[in-house]
């Protein structure tokens, strides 16, 4: 069974970083997209950025190009969101979320995602 456990999330003032975990277990990631959405308060879940476990491309949404990156720890079968310059517009609770599919796919697109896990609220003060 898929669990997809985030976590980091917190308060932080404008300007500063956090880093986000998702931590992944029961099954074997290298094939499936991981994705980062989020939703903030009144408003529909959004995407943030996908990559495919054993590629390289990175999809990212453009009000966070330049400023969100994502690493992984295959080791730990953990995905990590680093999150820098943060505005208060990215207070959010954030999911990640994953997808057995190829690697050509890539959806930006939460419908499209099998698995999820419980969210992690960041919150960013101005």
């Known amino acids: 069974q898929v669990q997809l456990v985030e976590s980091g999330g917190g308060l932080v003032q404008a300007g500063g970083s956090l880093r986000l975990s998702c931590a992944a277990s029961?099954?074997?990631?290298?094939?499936?997209?991981m994705g980062w959405f989020r939703q903030a308060p009144g408003k529909e879940r959004e995407f943030v950025l996908a990559?495919?476990?054993?590629?390289?491309?990175?999809y990212y949404a453009d009000s966070v190009k330049g400023r969100f990156t994502i690493s992984r720890d295959n080791a730990k079968n953990t995905l990590y969101l680093q999150m820098n310059s943060l505005k208060p517009e990215d207070t959010a609770i954030y999911y990640c979320?994953?997808?057995?599919?190829?690697?050509?796919?890539?959806?930006?697109?939460?419908?499209?995602?099998?698995?999820w896990g419980q969210g992690t609220q960041v919150t960013v003060s101005s």
């Open positions: 029961g099954r074997t990631f290298s094939t499936y997209y």
């Open positions: 979320a994953a997808a057995d599919r190829s690697s050509s796919w890539y959806r930006p697109v939460d419908k499209e995602y099998d698995y």
């Open positions: 990559i495919y476990w054993s590629g390289s491309t990175t």
